[in-house]
């Protein structure tokens, strides 16, 4: 056997177990995204007034023994998309931006009206009940999982609170 040879065996028996690592790792990240954590009941709520910010609610269902957290959500929908909370205070429902969810293992977490949302800005049309918007849930732990969120209308009154206090935003 030549000098070559050796050599690229000797490379190749140095690499070969960071590459079986890695792709175990790889196997492993990608199989957390697809069981530890999983969505359910998404919903948007359709746009009542144009140029107007709208919410979207789903669960998120934690079947690991692990927490995580949701950091951000991304959309071609929306220019912007905060994560907020509301809460009554004094009887008056108010609402603040809160950087992340924290997903305690083995449970579900609601976001919900009067409770953790989506708040979706800038839309790039209206919100039509009957449509989809695809949305990119950003996981601490996870990582990037999409979602397909119908548009649904909702006779819930509180939509209304829900803009005034948006009336600072452009
Ligand atoms: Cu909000």
Redesign the pocket.
Known sequence: MNSYYQFVLKIFSWTLPAVVFLLANLFYITNLEAKDIEISDAWARASIIKDR?T?AYFTITNNSSHEDFLLSANSFSAKKI?I?K?KVENGIAR?MRVDTVRIPPNKKTKLRPGGY?L?LFELVKPAKAGEHMRINLVFKVTGEKSVMVPVKKSANMSHHN?NK??HHTK
């Open positions: 910010p919410s905060e907020h509301s609402m949302h708040m829900h206090m948006h």
